[in-house]
């Protein structure tokens, strides 16, 4: 029985919940058990902070920052770890900072907006460092200090919103009893909950002027009695914004509508005339079971169908379906860790593998032989031929496919290459990718990550022939536990 095994553990206390307790988490699954005086100490998987001492299980709670102490509502107990809900501070952490932002804790972005940026850096190294350690035996002298960002706000260059007609309320609203008619929602779903949208009022990560537009679209909308999409019934008439902005002052906006009408058009109308500043406004019908919009056909309704973004010395085109960076500030130091850990002589051939718009191949291009770029996605092979162009560079082939696939064929009339720069998604490399990189011999292999675990468990095997040199991590996203990872391995 659980009472008897939570006995076991010293610290644990059972005993019922509150009325206002059982409220308040009544969109929970209930454990009626809570720990009492649990000294947070550390973070752990998806940047939860975590208590963990001898001879105990690991628990786990969001929002929590090292050093508070507190009480925790156990919400699921499992052999090796407890994961559980703050509900009372007996202390509060040094390393804790107000979070600017009033959606904090119900949006389920920025979860570290509440820790100091200097510790959210510190956690960040912490965990690329245990990971290489732990996974793939690398010793930790070998990561250089990580890179931070200069900007801790309005980094983001794109934001998705949902429009729902069943927004996410508070315990708040709830329990006021009052009637309740403002339902539609204009924002982010609420983490781990797909049919409900937290309505944002101001979002800290992108410029202003995306809160501005995000606003004056979801009021207009209610204006023009367009239904926000209901999502657990599939209809409505609008469903998605994308709002892109560059470091050029060029911004994009993508409105996804349900279906074709009158009213949709005249939204377009009314944005165009209030937002002389957007240099492209896109939208796409899609009245399919999903969000994606890959397979469908975007157009454009004023101004350009792309925009342009500056790293270094190139400029980029964007199209509504096309990948690019999420920080611009920081791509820059980004490429250049590559371009350092390359430390080229003119003559390579670089395969630059899930390549994206081919902004990587494009930055080195210009100090190597060739660059041959590989991705998936058939638009961004297109943006990055044309970028290509746009950027008159003649030496940068980019093959459409899967990267899998086309190094198990070989690449035709290339000798092998010098670098094979690596920068997979976040669940990182397949197997066969890994016997084929090691297959074709690089001299130098530079491992682009987003998530510090699978590199580590593709660097198992690609250390039985390489060794490695160098890793470097860098901020890309403050205020979220979100960090890249760069390492570089040559030849054994
Ligand atoms: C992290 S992004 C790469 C970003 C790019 N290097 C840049 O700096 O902009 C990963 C890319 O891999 C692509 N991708 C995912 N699976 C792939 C596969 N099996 N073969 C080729 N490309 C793939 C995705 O479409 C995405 O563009």
Redesign the pocket.
Known sequence: MCYIYFNLVQIYELYFVSYLTILKLSRKRKINIILKNIELNDVGSLGKALSKADNQKIIFTKYGVPGDIVDIQVRKKRKSYIEGDIVKFHNYSKKRIEPKCKHFELCGGCSWQNMKYEDQLFYKSKEVANNLERIAKISPEKTLPIIKSDKKYYYRNKMEFSFSNSRWMTSNEINSKKIINDKNALGFHKSGMWSKVVDIKKCFLQTNISNKIRNYIKQRSIELGLDFFDLTNQKGDIRTLTIRTTTLNEIMVLIQFFKDSKKANRLLNDLKDMFPEISSIMYVINSKKNDTIYDLEVKCYNGKDYISEKIGDLKFKISAKS???TNSFQ?IK??NIVKRFANLKGDELIY??????G??SLFLANLVKKVIG????ED?VIAARENAKFNEIHNAEFIW????KILKNGIEGNSNPEIV?L???RNGL?KSVIDSVISIKPSKIIY?S?NSSTQARDLVDLNKFYNFKLSQSIDMFPQTYHVENVVLLEKI
């Open positions: 990948f690019f960076q791509t980004l490429y630059d593998l899930y390549c994206g718009t902004t990587i590989i991705e998936t996605v961004a496919g899967d990267v899998k720069i920068d997979p998604p397949d682009v987003c």
